[in-house]
């Protein structure tokens, strides 16, 4: 079970599966889906990937938003596998200008 994640400042936090249903429930949203049970069970999918890739590793944020947009892509879900690939992409840009402008 992955009890840790990695996060791109290299702290180590705890795992918390509900912010990648969070995530995804926000894909869904901005597609015009509805569906509440979707990302709780795609989560579900994410989670045992993870678990299988990181038997004895800390993945990284990047590894599991990696994993997530290849379960969208696997359920069908293309079109919220491509808000999320977008939103992810926006969120970089940010961080990066962030980081030029040296605003923590």
Known sequence: MIG?????????????????????????????????????????HVVKIAEERFPDAVPGVEDIQDIVERVLIDAGYADVAKAYILY?????????????????
């Open 4 to 44: 840790s994640i990695k996060k791109r400042d290299g702290r180590i936090e705890d795992f918390q599966p509900a912010k990648i249903t969070v995530a995804i429930g926000k894909a869904f949203k901005a597609v015009g889906i509805g569906d509440s049970k979707a990302p709780s069970e795609l989560t579900k």
């Open 88 to 104: 992810r992409q926006r969120r970089s840009e940010i961080r990066d200008a962030k980081r030029y402008l040296g605003v923590a």
